[in-house]
């Protein structure tokens, strides 16, 4: 069984940052984009930052350019996102993300993500 696991999430002050891990098992890992998405209650879930399957492109979120980066270990089958600056609208269950270019697609449990002071 695909299995995507997320781990990272917590509390955390406005300014200070996270690490989220998602590790894959169960399928090819290095042959699928990776993204986060995050959602908060009674919105969509958001695209927040996705990196291709070698990892030589990126892109993120206008909202967290400059203070989030992806990235991924395809030896360990894990991606990351590293939050720095983290803001109180940053709050939310974040997602990790396995897309196929076929279109088969895989979604973590999610893992919540808060801001406060």
């Known amino acids: 069984q695909v299995q995507l696991v997320e781990s990272g999430g917590g509390l955390v002050q406005p300014g200070g940052s996270l690490r989220l891990s998602c590790a894959a098992s169960r399928f090819t890992f290095s042959s699928y984009v990776m993204s986060w998405y995050r959602q908060v209650p009674g919105k969509e879930r958001e695209l927040v930052a996705a990196i291709t399957s070698t990892g030589g492109s990126t892109n993120y979120a206008d909202s967290v350019k400059g203070r989030f980066t992806i990235s991924r270990d395809n030896n360990k089958n894990t991606v990351y996102l590293q939050m720095n600056s983290l803001k109180p609208e940053d709050t939310a269950v974040y997602y990790c993300?396995?897309?196929?270019?076929?279109?088969?697609?895989?979604w973590g449990q999610g893992t919540q993500v808060l801001v406060s002071s």
């Open positions: 993300n396995a897309k196929h270019p076929s279109g088969r697609a895989y």
